[in-house]
């Protein structure tokens, strides 16, 4: 007898009538036999549109930790302290890169040193187009206005009367959601690409490096579902759907920045203005509105042939062999942290519901120490940071050159994005008021620049060194130290 036979036997003959295990099976069955089948596939062929990184992954490495590899898990341990008398050994603890100034950052376990920093850190800034002029009112159909209207009506009022817009750089501080752009950095990988057919690499594309931004958005109605479901499918259940952003780690050449319609404009951080690579044609219009940003949105790049000397509290190039620069960072090319100083001004910050605990990563340093006690970094002038436990042979050398003077972009939690209106802020300036050249400003970290052996003989290019998580830290001379402003 049939399962529908039987179903259909039985008292009065009736569907109804027949034992409810075998009504569920009836119909159950089937769909989980068509399960069975559906499952498997989609786990090994996942129907999720494929990413600029999985292109990537073919041919490139992407450089940084996970965070179960990151060397700042336990940034809250004791032993970080180092020797209470202050003759501990401090060492490098974690590295971290900032390719994008003010999106995500990059924890690394070595890098390359430049003339303007740690290499990758910085190379980019979003900037936003301010005008002089109101922006145009005439509304469209949804009561927006068109961006081709807002460029011709700029464009108008500029053949008028001269120049009347200008670029200036954003970060955190007007626009927190930059908090959530993900950066990766895909660097070459030789041994991927022996594997590969010489037919299958494009040409130029294996060779460079490559940064891909990539931000939170889910499109309306179906597309946005879908979107979301193969989100979920692709890096589990908490991923949410990104658009992607893909732009050259190296600078372009003549060719390709005018095969891709890149141009340069003037763009202005803090009081220096710069003339850098904008590429923001390259930007989805969603980033600015996922941003918030009312204006124009762009992308610029540092010409390494462009950049900023840095004066103030750095060494001369009498002293140093070299002048020193910085592309996109805000004044020197690199900040230096201790955990034993974040641990101690952590406890003095007011805790509530949105503040439980910072996190280093608010303060976005490059290099974060260890081994000595809080503050005493702030004694340093010059350093030197020799192989100890790391796998590198040279040394590397920096002048110590002055505290970093703290704006309110730590206020904003990098985990969200979201600002807190007065922590860590408020109490930076109560606590860390403490150099005479910035006063009622909050202080914590140190500015330093990279010094190199015979600099005054090579070209900028030609200087370079390394450092590695595990370098000891040689305190060459102590000082005091007096911010210089802007």
Wanted: charged fraction near 25%.
């Amino acid at each position: 007898m049939t399962a529908a036979e039987t179903l259909s036997s039985g008292p009065g003959g009736s569907l109804a009538q027949a034992d409810p295990s075998l009504y569920a099976a009836f119909f159950l069955l089937p769909i989980i036999t068509v399960l069975g089948f559906i499952i498997p596939f989609l786990y090994l062929f996942p129907p999720v549109p494929a990413t600029k990184a999985d292109a990537l992954e073919r041919t490139h490495t992407r450089l940084g930790l996970t965070e179960e590899e990151s060397n700042l898990r336990d940034q809250f341990a004791a032993r970080h302290h180092g020797d209470s008398s202050g003759h501990g050994k401090p060492k490098v603890q974690a590295l971290c890169i900032y390719p994008v100034k003010s999106c995500k950052g990059i924890e690394i376990t070595r890098s390359r040193v430049l003339p303007s920093g740690l290499e990758f850190d910085r190379l980019y800034t979003f900037a936003q187009l301010r005008s002089k002029f109101p922006l145009p009112a005439n509304p469209t159909e949804g009561g927006a206005v068109k961006e081709e209207e807002k460029k011709a009506d700029m464009a108008d009022k500029a053949d008028k009367g001269g120049e009347i817009h200008s670029w200036e750089f954003i970060t955190q501080r007007q626009f927190g959601l930059l908090a959530n752009v993900k950066v990766d950095v895909w660097v070459p990988d030789p041994a991927k690409q022996k594997t590969r057919p010489a037919e299958a690499q494009s040409e130029g594309w294996d060779e460079e490096a490559w940064i891909v931004l990539r931000f939170p958005w889910r499109d309306a109605g179906l597309r946005g579902f879908l979107s979301l479901v193969a989100a979920k499918i692709a890096r589990g259940w908490d991923a949410v759907p990104e658009k992607e952003v893909l732009v050259p780690a190296g600078f372009p050449s003549e060719a390709d920045i005018k095969a891709r319609g890149y141009k340069y404009e003037e763009v202005r951080i803090w009081r220096d203005t710069v003339e850098a690579l904008n590429l923001g044609r390259e930007l989805p219009e969603e980033l600015r509105f996922y941003l918030g940003v009312s204006n124009p949105l762009g992308l610029f790049m540092i010409d390494p042939g462009r950049q900023r000397d840095v004066y103030r509290c750095a060494p001369r190039r009498e002293q140093a062999g070299y002048q020193p620069i910085v592309g996109f960072q805000d004044a020197y090319p690199l900040h230096l942290m201790s955990l034993s100083s974040f641990q101690d001004f952590d406890s003095m910050v007011a805790k509530d519901e949105d503040i439980k605990r910072l996190d280093i990563s608010r303060f976005r340093a490059n290099i974060i120490t260890s081994g000595v006690p809080a503050y005493e970094e702030e004694k340093w002038k010059s350093i030197r940071l020799n192989p100890g436990s790391s796998s590198l042979s040279n040394v590397a050398d920096f002048h110590v050159s002055c505290r970093t003077v703290r704006c309110k972009l730590p206020n904003v939690d990098p985990a969200t994005g979201m600002r807190h209106p007065a922590e860590p802020d408020r109490s930076l300036r109560k606590h860390r008021n403490v150099d005479a050249g910035a006063p009622l400003l909050g202080c914590l970290g140190m500015q330093m620049c990279p010094l190199f052996e015979d600099a005054e003989d090579a070209q900028s290019e030609d200087l370079r060194t390394w450092v590695e998580v595990g370098m000891d830290i040689d305190v060459l001379a102590q000082g005091e130290h007096l911010y210089i402003k802007q």
